[in-house]
């Protein structure tokens, strides 16, 4: 590569972990230059915030969080393209337009990308995703003048897109390759509840389908079929079959991967300078020695604001969280915390979805304890001596209490066989538990 601008400090992304990466730096060194460098032309703003603007929740610009004035008080400087090719040795990286620059510590933190099924009409026009803006905008624009929509996938972004074009009078129906919605994270009953109010809203479902084909008519989506022969018109398709990170920046380089970048528990890289979080990042968790994903917005942030501070010399080793999230699926107010997995797979995904954590998929050694009440549900996994996981479903009360008591994996011995044996009283016991062990803290 031939030499060129030189830079304290380069990022590779503009998403949360890039963004919170400035944060990290700044707290143990104020002064030194800092670039980002992204290929998407919008300033920073919320991913999660997109399913919100497709459904009409919110205006566009409460998306963007930041301002320019942010980045002129941080010190942040900013650069649109992309980097096709980085050497660890040298210290520099090269962008598409022929320029290169050298760093003294580089993040990658360049997000991860959908992935489409290979089959027939992959490529029309019509054929939508949801990683970021444009793909938000070009969904707006079609769901105009589309009358009809289909949507393949599983988890949450799926329903994201099937909510997002039912709320923009999109007809709109959703496949499901089997019986129900999300085995591998939901029950039987939870699914259920989900598919109720994908129902309410108008989405038609479709259990034990798969797709074949999309139909084309003049370079755009005419329509799809089903491996069963069936076939329904329609002007565009939806596909959340999952995401994998972007790890092509590194490929050819003695970085390692394997479904991420691989880093430490200071989100160091196997290259000297170089460090990864968010999304790409295969994270080190020690409770199950083994390097996970997560795609969570929360634990984005939470990475690039440890690998900045780690990236100004801080060395401090970052704790792999408990993951958690709160979310809307079917209409219904979701949290998810921990392992809270079903032994079903879930066909509809070929890889992590956004808004996902590989830790949800699994039960660990525990009693599952349910708690119904018309459409709210409490479903907890109770190790031996703490809640692994919990899944909170419409009324939220207990949402805050279990996320305290699964992430500090805080001894519930005192209650557990109550738990056990008596589900009913499950609110009312934790929240007496919880009282108890504050009025102790405070004696």
Excluded at 155 to 175: D, F, N, P, Q
Excluded at 228 to 252: D, F, K, L, W, Y
């Amino acid at each position: 590569m031939t030499s060129g601008l030189s830079y304290p400090f380069v990022i590779i992304g503009n998403g949360a972990a890039g963004v919170a990466a400035v944060d990290g730096i700044r707290r143990h060194n104020s002064s030194d230059r800092i670039l980002i460098i992204s290929k998407d032309p919008h300033k920073f703003y919320s991913k999660p915030g997109l399913a919100y603007w497709l459904t009409g929740q919110i205006p566009e610009k409460q998306l963007y969080p930041h301002s320019p004035f942010d980045d002129k008080q941080l010190g942040i400087e900013r650069l649109l393209g992309q980097v096709i090719a980085i050497d660890p040795d040298r210290h520099s990286l090269r962008l598409d337009d022929g320029r290169s620059l050298h760093y003294r510590s580089l993040l990658i933190a360049t997000g991860a990308q959908a992935v489409r099924p290979t089959i027939e009409g992959i490529g029309l026009e019509g054929v939508v995703t949801l990683d970021n803006m444009e793909d938000a905008r070009g969904i707006i624009k079609l769901a105009r003048k589309a009358k009809r929509a289909v949507v393949v996938g599983g988890g949450i972004t799926a329903l994201e897109l099937a909510e997002g074009l039912a709320a923009r009078r999109v007809e709109t129906h959703y496949l499901l390759r089997k019986d129900r919605y999300w085995g591998s994270v939901l029950d039987e009953h939870e699914s259920h509840l989900v598919e109720e109010g994908l129902k309410e809203e108008g989405i038609q479902l479709h259990h034990r389908v798969e797709l074949l084909k999309i139909i084309a008519k003049k370079n755009r989506v005419a329509g799809v079929v089903f491996s069963s022969g069936e076939s329904i018109p329609c002007e565009m398709v939806g596909v959340a079959i999952g995401i994998r990170p972007q790890t092509a920046v590194v490929e050819g380089t003695p970085i390692h991967i394997e479904r991420g970048i691989l880093v430490d528990e200071t989100f160091k890289t196997s290259a000297k300078g170089v460090y990864a979080a968010g999304d790409v990042a295969q994270v080190w968790d020690p409770q199950t020695q083994q390097y996970v994903l997560d795609s969570l917005w929360g634990v984005a942030r939470e990475q690039g604001r440890a690998a900045g501070s780690n990236m100004a010399g801080s060395k401090e080793p970052y704790q792999r969280k408990i993951p958690f999230n709160v979310t809307r699926i079917g209409g219904i107010t979701t949290t998810l915390i921990g392992c809270i997995g079903q032994p079903e797979s879930d066909e509809d995904l070929v890889a992590i979805a956004r808004g996902d954590s590989e830790t949800w998929r699994s039960s660990g050694n525990a009693f599952a304890v349910k708690k119904d009440k018309e459409n709210n549900r409490v479903r907890l996994l109770i190790g031996e001596r703490s809640i692994q996981g919990a899944l909170i479903m419409g009324d939220q009360t207990l949402s805050r209490p279990l996320q305290h008591l699964i992430t500090g994996q805080v001894d519930i011995t005192p209650i557990r066989e109550r738990l056990l044996d008596n589900p009913e009283e499950l609110v009312e016991r934790i929240q007496h538990f919880l009282s108890e062990r504050e009025q102790m803290n405070h004696a």
